[in-house]
């Protein structure tokens, strides 16, 4: 199968794995790999670079095949059979036979060195499969389960990278997905109505008077449309305070970064507030700037965690997701490098302590 959707991906890989560290490894490969995320996830890019090297590189091979399966079933227009072939191009990636093709052959080496379960790539398409179809949803539990097969699962497929399997940090990674694609659609919704899609939830349009299949031919933003979408920023508020407890439980050289995806996309949400709530006539941007300042805020989430809610309901529709990880050594894949022992080490200790903290046990009891 040739077609210009595959240039990019042929051109960011090359014949080389992005895995490497040795000199078999392209700096070109990478460089380019940082182009694509700089033009198709700008938030994303931002973030990535404060990642460490072990876990930015096979992140990036995820976050190019995901990409790249995207964006063939929207382009793909109605032909059905394009579902199909990604199903086996996964079944060959499992099999340890990918395509020849870059970003099969990437893929394949990061779900076996990271031991990602299959059902969460076959979730992910599922997500762009409900894309293809045009499904709308009734209920924020519907969109919960939307969301959780289009981001949640790459919110699970990065705990497993970053060497993270415990599932309560897994559930909260899976939130930030949730989080994130509720932003995602907050902002887009001109956009999305122009391409005749809708991904607001159609009972709160029809609590507004809106009939969504109307308002769709002719989408225009009013006080009703902007009451809808204050109610999704809410809802990814919620979200994003539940999910932020669980960067404590991630590796401390993975916090900043994940902690910065957090506040950069939180803060598109502040900046459709700032636009009177309106994204039906434009869509908000947070400015490289902006990007950059809330970077360094997030350099703080390396000594500063957030203590968890005793409190918080399950979302139903993630816990799939969190049951299919495995439940085993959460760093059992660092064992090479010094590097990666001592990473190990460290958040061993940090895990211990935290356990101690909370049974509120003296460290060296006394007799």
Known sequence: MTSKLFLNPLMIFKNQSLLADGPSSSVSDTIQCEEL??????????????????????????????????????????????????????????????????????????????????????????????????RRYHTLDELYDYAARVAGTVGAMMSLIMGTRDHIAVERACELGLAMQLTNIARDVGEDARNGRLYLPTQWLEEEGIDPEEWLKAPIFNSKIARVVDRLLKAADILYQRSQSGIAKLPRDCRAAIYGARLVYAQIGRQIEKQALDSVTQRAIVSSSQKKLLMLKALSAMVHVVKPKADVEPIRAIQYLVEAVPFEDPYAHYGGSLEQRIVWVINTLEKAERHRLSRMQPLYPTK
């Open 37 to 134: 995320m700089r033009g198709g996830s700008k938030s994303f890019f931002a973030a990535s670079r404060v990642l460490p090297k072990r876990v930015r590189n096979p992140a990036i091979a995820l976050y190019a095949f995901c990409r790249l399966m995207d964006d063939i079933v929207d382009e793909g227009g109605e032909d059905v059979s394009i579902i199909q072939q990604l199903v086996e191009r996964l079944d060959l990636i499992y099999a340890g036979k990918p395509i020849d093709v870059p970003a099969d052959r990437a893929l394949a080496i990061v779900v076996t060195e990271f031991k990602i379960p299959k059902v969460l790539l076959e979730a992910l398409l599922e997500g762009f499969t409900w894309d293809k179809e045009g």
